[in-house]
């Protein structure tokens, strides 16, 4: 990465919202719900292992934003964890930037915690990291640099 392109990537920290974290208990019956009552199509559906969930991204119209359902796969995963301390609802705000290790850098310059060391594997190969809800004003943070900008 060449200092100009980490300095432009962190700039503007952000460049859009990629989607919305929405823990459901059951992702069929979200997905039709979703389709049916919203009218989403669905984007993608996969097996995170690695996170211990079942996702469906639903897309909202072509924006190129998406609300990302998310199941857990065992009562030990963090979905099921959140599912059992908050109830189905709003799990994280996801925010897609160009250069996650420039972004993930800055914010911990500022103080903040993240809760990875390093970027794991998201959706479609994308990177990831969050922001703990702690220093996000309550909310869970996710970073995610898309597969096709990833480094």
């Not at 208990?25 to 097996?47: K, N, P, Q, S």
């Not at 934003?65 to 995963?77: R, Y």
Request: charged letters at 25%.
């Amino acid at each position: 990465m060449s200092e100009t392109h980490g300095q432009a990537a962190v700039a503007g920290l952000f460049t859009a919202i990629d989607h919305v974290g929405v823990a459901v208990r059951d992702l069929d019956e979200a997905i039709a719900f979703y389709r049916d009552t919203y009218g989403m199509t669905l984007a993608h559906e996969e097996v995170n292992e690695e996170q211990g969930v079942r996702e469906a991204m639903m897309a909202v119209g072509d924006s190129g934003s998406h609300v990302q359902l998310l199941a857990p796969l065992s009562p030990e995963s963090t979905i099921a964890k959140f599912l059992d301390r908050s109830g189905p609802g709003v799990q994280q705000v996801a925010y897609r930037v160009e250069d996650i290790d420039a972004v993930s850098t800055t914010l911990r310059d500022r103080g903040l915690r993240l809760l990875y060391d390093e970027p794991k594997r998201g959706t479609s190969d994308s990177r990831v990291n969050f922001v703990h809800p702690k220093d996000a004003g309550g909310i869970l943070v996710e970073l995610v640099e898309p597969a096709s900008t990833a480094h």
